[in-house]
């Protein structure tokens, strides 16, 4: 099993940035593949991007393409997300998730076995 605690969150202005972290426990971290979602207030949880245990494979979202950018540290036992041109749709809660199969589907939600609790995430005007 593996422990996700994500951090980073926080209120931006629209156009800015900032980097989530998703820190794993456990030493066969780098066997995961991991993704990021998203729940915006009153909406359903949302893929945002999946990276593969070894970075070499990286997928995003419609939404966040040419914006956000995953990778990975697994010496550090880390993900990140790294959010830039934010939007104020971008606004929510944001997940990261741990798949041990690594044939999972990357961006549903039924391939990730593990979460985290969650970071906030607001962008104003």
């Known amino acids: 099993q593996v422990q996700l605690v994500e951090s980073g969150g926080g209120l931006v202005q629209a156009g800015g940035s900032l980097r989530l972290s998703c820190a794993g426990s456990g030493r066969t971290f780098s066997n995961y593949a991991m993704a990021w979602f998203r729940r915006a207030a009153g909406k359903e949880r949302e893929w945002v991007a999946a990276i593969s245990w070894n970075g070499g494979s990286r997928y995003y979202g419609d939404a966040v393409k040419g914006r956000f950018t995953i990778s990975r540290d697994n010496a550090k036992n880390t993900v990140f997300l790294q959010m830039n041109s934010l939007k104020i749709e971008d606004t929510a809660v944001y997940y990261c998730?741990?798949?041990?199969?690594?044939?999972?589907?990357?961006?549903?939600?039924?391939?990730?076995?593990?979460w985290g609790q969650g970071t906030q995430v607001t962008v104003s005007s």
């Open positions: 998730a741990a798949d041990r199969s690594g044939s999972g589907v990357p961006s549903l939600e039924s391939t990730f076995a593990f």
